[in-house]
């Protein structure tokens, strides 16, 4: 089972999955998808690994999450953004090698037992990237966020901490 948790930045949606997973499940995993690009982020990351209590699992993946040992457990993927960064950074910004890549994934997971509650910031709510490879970035995370919904039972879009059910 697939849940999609989409929202602007720092709407909340990193919160609400992992409530909805504690309630699902005594024992979540939790997948980050970041790769560390600096200290800043290496804090950030830190904080939030500080935040999650012990009962969490954790494992930090750029790609092949469904390689992980994450069958029949309740699972946050966080985030579709840094997971296609990671994508489009392996494939020197190709879109189409990029979303091919990343639906594979998302059809492997689909595969698996288990509930994934997957994050993503929403796209296209904001100012439009100046630059090609922004613009390039902007079309393959509104594709690849569309085709997670596609596949998704429940869909959740968070504004201002407040989920909005899409999806039942």
Request: charged fraction near 20%; aromatic fraction near 10%.
């Amino acid at each position: 089972m697939i849940i999609y948790i989409t929202g602007g930045a720092r709407s909340g949606k990193s919160r609400f999955a992992q409530e909805k997973a504690l309630q699902l499940s005594k024992s979540p995993v939790y997948v980050a998808t970041a790769h560390i690009w600096d200290d800043n982020f290496a804090e950030r990351v830190q904080l939030h690994k500080n935040e999650r209590g012990p009962e969490w699992t954790t494992y930090e993946s750029e790609t092949d999450i469904y390689k992980l040992p994450i069958e029949n457990q309740v699972v946050v993927i966080d985030c579709v953004t840094l997971w296609l960064t990671n994508l489009f950074v392996a494939f020197e910004n190709n879109i189409d090698q990029s979303l091919a890549a990343f639906k594979e994934e998302i059809d492997a997971i689909a595969q698996l037992s288990g509930t994934f509650i997957i994050i993503s910031n929403e796209i296209g709510m904001g100012v439009h990237a100046d630059t090609e490879v922004g613009r390039k970035f902007t079309d393959l995370q509104g594709w690849a966020n569309q085709y997670v919904a596609g596949k998704a039972e429940e869909a959740i879009f968070m504004v201002s901490g407040l989920p909005l059910n899409l999806k039942r």
